[in-house]
T-cell receptor, first 111, second 115 residues
Framework: GENVEQHPSTLSVQEGDSAVIKCTYS??????FPWYKQELGKGPQLIID?????GEKKDQRIAVTLNKTAKHFSLHITETQPEDSAVYFC??????????FGKGTHLIIQP | NAGVMQNPRHLVRRRGQEARLRCSPM?????VYWYRQLPEEGLKFMVY????????ESGMPKERFSAEFPKEGPSILRIQQVVRGDSAAYFC?????????????FGPGTRLTVT
């Protein structure tokens, strides 16, 4: 089955700086890669996703890149703000079953 | 337009009791997924259902756990004879189209505590 590795587990950046979270996956059949933001006590919120026919996707301060050959994808957040502090999860999907999630990155924005 | 709804938000059960978790998908969505999240862990897929059908239950424990999504009403995840190891947050997600290649939207979760 699919295996998703996510790094780092904790990331602390100064407000205004950029944050990058990286994930690798194992199953070449995976073709859908969403990113979720989870705040304390809440459910995961879909913030951006990318499909395997695209190499990069951007939405305001958030961008995701995908390298199918190397089987890795990354989340980039620019001009970080205090409200970006949360746990971020990457995931991979492509079959009839559910998504396979990474273990999460706790992003801390230092004022 | 309501999102995915789950209830109860918090559930406390004693060992040996039954837990019933309910999930109402987003309006127009007929695909429901259940996931379990342990503290400091990612979400683990349990089961994928469509109306009146279980499509994939490969992530669900073989004993004590069952799920349904009837023609009318919410999807139910049932855990019989709960044990302490069942304590976790249980999330459901819904999608408009079939399969894990489409956007899944999550509910707020049910936090189950087994005492």
């Amino acid at each position: 089955g699919e295996n998703v590795e996510q790094h780092p587990s904790t990331l602390s950046v100064q407000e205004g700086d950029s944050a990058v979270i990286k994930c690798t996956y194992s199953d070449s059949a995976s073709n859908y890669f969403p990113w979720y933001k989870q705040e304390l006590g809440k459910g995961p919120q879909l913030i951006i996703d990318i499909r395997s026919n695209v190499g990069e996707k951007k939405d305001q301060r958030i961008a995701v890149t995908l390298n199918k050959t190397a089987k890795h994808f990354s989340l980039h957040i620019t001009e970080t703000q205090p409200e970006d502090s949360a746990v971020y999860f990457c995931a991979a999907g492509g079959g009839a079953d559910g998504l396979t999630f990474g273990k999460g990155t706790h992003l801390i924005i230092q004022p | 337009n309501a999102g995915v709804m789950q209830n109860p938000r918090h559930l406390v059960r004693r060992r040996g009791q039954e837990a019933r978790l309910r999930c109402s998908p987003m309006k127009g969505h007929s695909h429901v997924y259940w996931y379990r999240q342990l503290p400091e862990e990612g979400l683990k897929f349990m089961v994928y259902l469509q109306k009146e059908n279980i499509i994939d239950e490969s992530g669900m424990p073989k004993e004590r756990f069952s799920a349904e999504f009837p023609k009318e009403g919410p999807s139910i995840l049932r855990i019989q004879q709960v044990v302490r190891g069942d304590s976790a947050a249980y999330f459901c997600a819904s999608s408009l189209q079939q399969g894990a290649s489409y956007e899944q939207y999550f509910g707020p979760g049910t936090r189950l505590t087994v005492t």
